[in-house]
């Protein structure tokens, strides 16, 4: 309670938790406002904004409200997903490494640097190249995680490696509590909110590497995704068309996502890092 | 020997470090794309016979076969081939070795959409606009984001209160937004500058005036595109890096000893520096990929077009060539970065001094 007083009074985390539950809102109140409907043909091919249709059309001629509700919905599904997923599997290995030490430690340092060298757009190319037939947005979202953890990892390792030496941990060792007590009753909930910081940009770098894929025409078959709708407007001549409603909304969504999970990090970092605030 | 080098000893280690980073990234990019269904060697087998006669696919096909030693090749020169006239697969550990063989000697085969043409050419050829775009970007970027954090960071106030979301929004922009904006705006509306590609049709890649005029020219919006980014990002991370510094007694200590702003920020901007510099390496990675999207917004002839029209055509030499090259790039980067950190890290340097 007091933290969320705390949180309330930085102008930052306003604006961006207020961004951030907007575009949530559109995203999950949308389809009960207007009918969302991205296969039918409402209209010609890139009309401009009209009373009947808010943004427009496509070059399909699909209604662009429609396509951005959807869009927007798919690309906060892949966050959300790619985020948890990430999180997770960088959360488990940094705070085990963090807090083993030893030769499992250094194994599991030198596999997440490994990775995180090598860009994860390369190893994202290439999964995404393989499984082409059946390319779902679950299964992107999954690949997403699956190759974004490392610097959470990383991240996570340095912190539990700090607690390892405190006199709790060490009492709870000698109580006979197991590796995986410590780690999840004694170390993680020193850091949760670390870990939820984490989560944050983790969602983030999720939606960009989504839109990314797309932009490279490696996005999901079987929805419309924010960047999918960039690919499309930039494939099908929008630029040259000067049809701007079909790709400028959906760039103001996704930097307007992405913008709100940065400052919500950064106001959040300001709170539970004192040093910071002045 | 290396025991009185501290520093040789460090970049020894990090060029062994490398190389089997370099090891576990060519087998990543071998395995991974044979994981899926859409297997590389069968994707090629379909690609290649269509639209073509019987015959000429049967060659070209078997060209392909024993240019990667997919298949075993008996001594005579001819494919093997089982009862029912299909090749006999190498195994994939087979293939494995092969490929290394390959790589090390720079072989990439050769490309199927632009057939007879290697994919070593290829690169070649868009290799230079992507090393022109993106090494002087960062470096530049790098630079320009560092200190304007650290004055952000020593100067607060208005010019802190401005810079601080601005650099956020930058970083937010994903590079392919901002770089369609930018050719929206400043290509197609305004017609500042040309949209798409790196330099006029009638022209050729050649060490010459008009060339060269030409280029700069269409450089601009790609530039734009990639700099701001780089410079946000860096900026936000330089600008916490030095409100910690300011926290320091010694930053205390010379404000009370009347040392002058412009010594202070430069005492400051060094000790930030070297995690600002560790920082760069980490987020190498990533500033390249974003770089290689934006060039394919612009149209622009390096290795982004490369990898886009090589993905849209299914072209499996061509992705594996470019994304090995991009990895190799990275990867040297990062070395380069890490040994700049050997000669810099004072903990190094010191060591080396008294010669433990």
Redesign the interface.
């Known amino acids: 309670m007091r933290l969320l007083k705390q949180l309330l009074k930085s102008p930052f985390f306003v604006l961006g938790a207020g961004l951030f539950l907007l575009t949530l809102s559109i995203g999950l109140l949308g389809p009960s406002f207007t009918n969302v409907d991205v296969n039918t043909r409402a209209g010609l091919a890139y009309m401009p904004p009209s009373a009947k249709h808010w943004l427009g059309t496509d070059h399909m001629g699909v209604d662009m409200i429609s396509m951005l509700v959807a869009g927007l919905r798919s690309s906060l599904y892949v966050g959300f997903l790619a985020g948890t997923v990430a999180t997770s599997v960088g959360t488990l290995i940094g705070l085990y490494g963090g807090y083993k030490g030893g030769l499992i430690d250094d194994v599991l340092t030198v596999g997440t640097n490994l990775f995180l060298v090598i860009p994860s757009l390369i190893v994202l190319i290439l999964l995404s190249a393989s499984v082409e037939n059946g390319r779902s947005l679950t299964l992107i979202a999954l690949i997403i995680g699956c190759t974004t953890w490392t610097w959470s990892a990383r991240a996570v390792r340095a912190q539990a490696a700090s607690l390892r030496n405190r006199d709790h941990v060490a009492l709870a060792r000698i109580n006979g509590f197991g590796t995986l007590g410590i780690v999840f009753f004694h170390i993680m909930p020193y850091l949760l909110s670390y870990i939820f910081m984490v989560f944050i940009l983790q969602m983030a770098a999720g939606i960009l590497s989504e839109a990314s894929l797309s932009m490279l025409g490696l996005g999901p078959y079987d929805s419309v995704s924010l960047g999918k709708i960039l690919n499309e407007a930039k494939t099908n001549e929008a630029l040259t068309d000067g049809a701007w409603w079909a790709f400028a909304p959906a760039m103001v969504l996704i930097t307007t996502i992405v913008f709100s999970l940065y400052i919500i990090n950064t106001s959040l970092e300001g709170v539970f890092n004192p040093r910071l605030r002045k | 020997m290396l025991k009185n080098r501290p520093t040789l000893a460090y970049i020894v280690g990090r060029a062994g470090w490398y190389a089997?980073?370099f090891f576990?990234?060519i087998t990543?990019?071998f395995f991974?794309?044979?994981?899926?269904?859409?297997?590389?060697v069968d994707t090629i087998m379909a690609k290649v016979s269509e639209g073509l006669d019987a015959t000429s696919a049967k060659a070209k096909e078997e060209a392909y076969l024993k240019e990667f030693d997919l298949v075993e090749v008996d001594p005579t020169g001819k494919v093997k081939r089982d009862a029912q006239g299909k090749p006999v697969r190498t195994s994939l550990g087979h293939q494995f070795v092969n490929y290394l063989g390959m790589s090390v000697r720079f072989d990439l085969g050769s490309s199927i959409l632009q057939h007879p043409k290697r994919v070593s050419e290829i690169i070649k050829a868009a290799l230079p606009w992507t090393l022109a775009l993106q090494l002087p970007t960062i470096v530049l970027g790098w630079l320009i984001g560092n200190g304007l954090g650290a004055l952000a960071a020593y100067r607060?106030g208005v010019f802190d209160k401005l810079m601080y979301?601005l650099a956020?929004?930058a970083?937010?922009?994903?590079a392919?937004?901002f770089g369609?904006?930018l050719?929206?705006v400043f290509?197609?509306?305004l017609e500042w500058f040309p949209?798409v590609g790196g330099y006029d049709d009638g022209l050729t890649p050649e060490l010459s005036f008009a060339f060269f005029r030409s280029a700069s020219y269409y450089y601009v919006l790609p530039f734009a595109s990639v700099f701001s980014i780089v410079v946000g990002g860096q900026a936000?991370g330089m600008r916490?890096m030095c409100?910690?510094e300011l926290?320091t007694d010694y930053v205390k200590y010379a404000k009370l000893l009347g040392i002058t702003e412009s010594k202070i920020l430069f005492y400051m901007f060094r000790n930030a520096m070297l995690p600002q510099l560790t920082g760069l390496a980490?987020a190498l990675?990533?500033m390249?990929?974003?770089a290689?999207?934006a060039e394919?917004?612009f149209s622009y002839p390096g290795l982004g077009m490369a990898?886009?029209t090589a993905?849209?055509g299914?072209d499996?030499p061509l992705?594996?060539g470019c994304?090995l090259l991009?990895?190799v790039c990275?990867?040297c980067a990062?070395f380069s970065v890490d040994v700049l950190v050997g000669f810099l890290d004072p903990r190094i340097r010191a060591a080396r001094q008294t010669g433990k």
């Open positions: 089997v980073t576990v990234a990543v990019n991974l794309p044979r994981l899926g269904d859409a297997n590389p607060r979301p956020l929004l970083s937010a922009v994903p392919f937004c369609m904006l050719v929206y290509g197609i509306r949209a936000i916490s409100i910690y926290g980490l990675g990533t390249v990929a974003g290689l999207i394919m917004i990898v886009l993905i849209q299914n499996y992705i594996s994304t991009v990895t990275v990867l990062n």
